[in-house]
C-alpha cells in the first residue's frame, strides 16, 4: 500500500478554515485518497474521499492535485468539535480495501 | 453514514480469561469487516480482515490463535480475546464495509482492560 505524510501537528482559530495537507508520492493509478477522523477515545470518523477530482460534501473539501501525489482537506468553518487526528489514507478499494493509518495529524481548533 | 456498534464498550477481565466483543452492521449488509487495535499514543493498527462465511485473513504478527474472529452473517462479527493478559489492554476497533469498493464505517471501539 502507498504510505502517506502529515504534518505531526496542526493549530486552527475556531472560525476559521482549516487546511490539512498530505503527500502521498507514490499513489497508484487505482488507488483512492481517504480522510477519516478520530475524536479521542472513538473510533474513526468517515470524512471524505477521492480519485482524482476534487470532492465536497457536508463536511469537507478534498483538494487533489492533478499529479495526485497530494491533497489537502479543507474544514471550511472549524470549530472545537473538529479537534481531532486526522488520517489521510490511500486504498484501491478493491478486493481487501485494507486502510493502513499512519501517524496523522492533531488538529487542534483554539477559541 | 452507516452506523457500526460494538458491544461492550469497556470491559474488564482477570488474566487467563477470554473476552469476546461484537461488531454489528446496523442498517447495511458488511460482507467484510476489519479488526484494529489502538494502543494509547498510538495509531490504529490492523489486526485481520474478516469475510462473511470464511476463515479470517490475519496481519503479519497477529496471532491468530489468540485473536478468534467469527463473522457468521453479514451483520455481525465477532473477535475473542482468549487467554487474555495485561499487554493485551488496549482499544480494540472494528469497521465494516457494504461491499467491494465502498467506504468503511468505524464502530465506536471497545475498552479492554486485563488485571
Known amino acids: 500500500d502507498a504510505k502517506t505524510t502529515q504534518p505531526p501537528s496542526m493549530d486552527c482559530a475556531e472560525g476559521r478554515a482549516a487546511n490539512l495537507p498530505c503527500n502521498h508520492s507514490?499513489?497508484?493509478?487505482?488507488?483512492?485518497v481517504y480522510w477519516y477522523r478520530q475524536i479521542h477515545s472513538q473510533g474513526p470518523q468517515y470524512i471524505i474521499h477521492g480519485l482524482k477530482n476534487n470532492e465536497t460534501n457536508e463536511m469537507a473539501s478534498l483538494i487533489i492535485t492533478e499529479d495526485r501525489k497530494s491533497s489537502t482537506l479543507i474544514l471550511p468553518h472549524a470549530t472545537l468539535r473538529d479537534t481531532a487526528v486526522y488520517y489521510c489514507i490511500v486504498s484501491d478499494g478493491g478486493a481487501t480495501n485494507k486502510l493502513i493509518f499512519g501517524t496523522g495529524t492533531l488538529l487542534a481548533v483554539q477559541p | 453514514g452507516a452506523v457500526v456498534s460494538q458491544h461492550p464498550s469497556r470491559v474488564i477481565c482477570k488474566s487467563g480469561t477470554s473476552v469476546k466483543i461484537e461488531c454489528r452492521s446496523l442498517?447495511?449488509?458488511?460482507?467484510?469487516m476489519f479488526w484494529y487495535r489502538q494502543f494509547p499514543k498510538q495509531s490504529l493498527m490492523l489486526m485481520a480482515t474478516s469475510n462473511e462465511g470464511s476463515k479470517a485473513t490475519y496481519e503479519q504478527g497477529v496471532e491468530k490463535d489468540k485473536f478468534l474472529i467469527n463473522h457468521a452473517s453479514l451483520t455481525l462479527s465477532t473477535l475473542t480475546v482468549t487467554s487474555a493478559h495485561p499487554e493485551d489492554s488496549s482499544f480494540y476497533i472494528c469497521?465494516?464495509?457494504?461491499?467491494?469498493?465502498?467506504?468503511?464505517?468505524f464502530g465506536p471501539g471497545t475498552r479492554l482492560l486485563v488485571l
Open positions: 442498517d447495511f449488509q458488511a460482507t467484510t
Open positions: 469497521s465494516a464495509r457494504p461491499g467491494q469498493g465502498e467506504t468503511q464505517y
Open positions: 507514490t499513489i497508484s493509478g487505482n488507488e483512492y
